[in-house]
């Protein structure tokens, strides 16, 4: 047959990019090159996606599901397998309810068109208040305050890079992470056409990033003071009088006032000491940031995983406000992704609808902090977690405290993990039920279209078809949503439930494209395809370029975007929609909201403390890995991409110690001993370990990630450390003690 070309979107960060994947007579990929013809990414890959080829042909990688017998893992049927899995949650929840079971979604779930699609049914099924998700060790701020100040926490406004003048960045390294809750391919040409059309791109990091590197100006910053930095841009832009009298938000914004009043003690020269920016500098960037034609700030999982995450996500869309740069082009904007159902209208965004049990934690987004999954799996009594599913995550490494998070997932009753390896969390499952390889996989970004900086739509479909008998991503998630309800039988009774369902909804439905016809009709116009497909071909239709099951005969279609665009489908630049958007209780913007402004007592405390002396942490991101999950690919654990403690150079010099020692950091959770690598990237008083590693526990099969296995960041980290406002993790501006180990 000889070789063949495949082309499909990569599924391993954010960014989108098309794929052109070169295969051979038996399905192994053996070359991966950019797809020039993807009007989104042109060509554009990065050294993750080139290494598709050797993830999807991982020699470690499972192919069969896993059943513990005792302390060892064995390969076992699916029959089997699901068997297990049934008994085991059934017993569970006969014993001690359907609280005592817990779910864990993890980051690469985001990066699947299954996860999306399929976990939630999980948790319904179960019925359980016991979700966990990696959002709380990174994005929840994001959501919390986007749900307060615009009534949805998935209207995240995006940095429109293409337009904008002048980017101010916060807590973002994009060079290196190739963006977050902002897809953009080509991140770096992106930031090279603001420069090269006479624009400004400002970075704000205690690091001096490649990105830093590459924009205008970077400021250092001490790590968890955001917040001031960003009180002190507002409280410039109300004393100046450079507050922006926008046409487009005229009488769509409230508590402008009560913001003024808020911002009043935190002028530039009382939070220049704390953050270690001074006063100038911070009153020059405001008066750029509103003099600029075309403006955006972009805050990014630095400002989110630290004490006051979610003030800093809110102060990042006030400032976009405050110039007149939301929902502007060239501003900040709101994506519209082909799938979303424009008639759709979400209720108020609230927290605190329940509480964690040990420590009553808020509920937020229906999930609760997993800073304190520890807690509810140790601490005894009625609610105790005694059996838990985790889907495509590695909590074990990546928890605050993951040491004792480790130790607590031993003491389970029962485990099952959806994963392709047995790694530091997966070790400890009864059942580990593989999904099929990246290229037998289809490919649609349910989760991260809606965050792109065009509106933009692509499907892959599978290049290699299944083997017989071998489940699909899809209904290995199906299967266990009806396994966890206490029923069993075809997975795709789920889809045609959901199917039904949704198309009742939209026949009913003010505002829907369907409204008003018969839901056996449109069921019959579906796609012919997979179950999955169905859906979303479903999903398209109703959206907000969708045919509308006919009456838009140019409309799109999950055939037509398969058929005639498979290398994607631009759908045109961001455009204005705040309108479509809002869904607060008052219609309007909350600038101020009240839960906000009360947490803003924190920050005086603070201030009037003064800065603190302590040595403190920050993570790093690597260009060749994504969280932990990427480590057994040997081409990405080469070069830079090394588990250093990297701290300033006069720093180092006080401790006595030089490149190449080892260095002991410690907190009150735990300590690790690292490699020294001073640099002056790195701002005095900061060190920096990067996250994701630690591979060095028995019972993993990841051969090369063992083989390089560095150390785990978040022994150090602390899970009594949380942004109270979102619960989230705080894994940056962690106080630490760092020493040299004795030769």
Request: hydrophobic fraction near 40%.
């Amino acid at each position: 047959m000889g070789d063949r070309t495949a082309f499909r979107t990569c599924p391993l960060c954010e960014a989108l990019c098309g794929l052109e994947l070169t295969l051979d007579d038996v399905g192994t990929v053996t070359r991966v090159r950019g797809d020039e013809k993807d009007p989104f990414s042109m060509g554009f890959i990065c050294p993750k996606g080139a290494t598709l080829g050797s993830l999807d042909g991982d020699p470690d990688r499972l192919a069969e599901p896993l059943v513990r017998g005792g302390e060892e893992h064995a390969p076992a049927g699916w029959d089997e397998a699901f068997e297990t899995v049934r008994k085991g949650l059934s017993d569970v929840i006969a014993r001690h309810g359907r609280d005592s079971v817990a779910v864990y979604i993890g980051n690469p779930t985001a990066h699947s068109i299954a996860g999306p699609l399929y976990a939630g049914a999980i948790v319904k099924a179960i019925g359980t208040r016991n979700l966990f998700t990696a959002s709380t060790a990174d994005q929840m701020p994001k959501h919390v305050s986007c749900g307060h100040m615009f009534g949805d926490p998935l209207a995240i406004p995006v940095p429109d890079l293409d337009r904008t003048d002048h980017l101010l960045m916060l807590g973002a390294n994009p060079l290196e992470s190739n963006g977050s809750l902002c897809s953009a391919p080509d991140f770096p040409g992106r930031l090279k056409a603001i420069r090269a059309r006479g624009g400004k791109v400002v970075v704000v990091d205690p690091r001096r990033t490649r990105t830093a590197a590459l924009a205008d100006e970077h400021m250092f910053i001490r790590p968890g003071t955001d917040a001031f930095l960003l009180m002190a841009l507002v409280h410039t832009l109300f004393a100046e009088d450079l507050v922006a009298s926008a046409e487009h938000l005229d009488g769509r914004v409230n508590g402008l006032d009560d913001l003024r009043a808020l911002a009043v003690d935190f002028a530039p020269e009382r939070v220049a000491e704390v953050t270690g920016v001074e006063a100038g500098t911070i009153r020059r960037t405001a008066r750029e940031l509103a003099a600029a034609d075309r403006a955006a700030v972009y805050g990014r999982i630095g400002t989110c995983t630290q004490a006051y995450g979610t003030l800093n996500s809110w102060l990042v869309d006030v400032l976009n406000v405050l110039t007149g740069n939301l929902d502007r082009p060239g501003g900040a904007m709101f994506p519209l992704p082909a799938h979303a159902p424009a008639y759709r209208r979400k209720k108020p965004f609230t927290t605190g609808r329940w509480r964690s049990r040990v420590r009553e934690l808020p509920e937020v987004n229906g999930e609760l902090p997993v800073a304190t999954l520890a807690d509810e799996l140790e601490t005894p009594g009625e609610g105790q977690i005694k059996a838990l599913i985790t889907i495509g995550g590695n909590p074990a490494l990546s928890a605050p405290n993951a040491a004792r998070l480790d130790r607590a997932l031993a003491g389970l009753e029962f485990m099952v993990s959806v994963d392709p390896y047995l790694n530091e969390t997966t070790r400890h499952a009864t059942v580990v039920l593989p999904p099929p390889r990246p290229v037998q996989t289809p490919h649609y970004d349910i989760a991260l279209v809606g965050l792109a900086v065009r509106n933009y739509a692509r499907y892959s479909p599978p290049v290699v078809p299944l083997p017989d008998g071998r489940p699909s991503e899809s209904e290995v998630l199906a299967r266990l949503a009806l396994l966890a309800s206490g029923t069993d039988g075809d997975p795709a009774a789920l889809d045609e439930m959901i199917i039904s369902s949704t198309l009742a909804k939209a026949a009913a439905a003010e505002g829907s494209p369907v409204r008003g016809r018969d839901p056996e009709e449109l069921r019959k116009m579906l796609d012919s395809g997979t179950p999955t497909e169905q859906r979303l071909d479903m999903m398209l239709r109703l959206g907000p370029y969708g045919d509308g099951f006919g009456a838009d005969p140019s409309g799109l279609t999950l055939t037509k975007l398969r058929t005639e665009h498979p290398h994607g489908l631009d759908l045109g630049a961001l455009e204005p929609r705040l309108d479509d958007v809002l869904c607060t209780t008052s219609g309007r913007v909350e600038l101020c909201p009240s839960t906000f402004a009360a947490d803003v007592d924190r920050l005086h405390s603070a201030l009037s403390d003064g800065p603190s002396s302590a040595m403190v942490l920050i993570g790093r991101r690597h260009l060749r890995s994504n969280n932990s999950w990427l480590h057994n690919v040997p081409e990405l654990v080469r070069g830079s991409n090394t588990c250093t403690l990297q701290l300033n150079p006069a720093d180092a010099d006080r401790l006595g110690v030089t490149a190449g020692d080892s260095v002991r950091v410690a907190s009150r959770t735990g300590a690790v001993e690292a490699i020294a690598e001073p640099t002056d990237t790195v701002m005095p008083g900061v060190v920096s370990l990067p996250h994701g590693w630690g591979h060095d526990r028995p019972g993993t099969r990841t051969e090369v990630a063992h083989r390089h296995a560095g150390v785990n960041v978040n022994v150090v980290t602390d899970e009594q450390e949380i942004d109270p406002l979102s619960g989230n993790a705080v894994f940056n501006g962690v106080p630490v003690t760092v020493e040299p180990v004795p030769r």
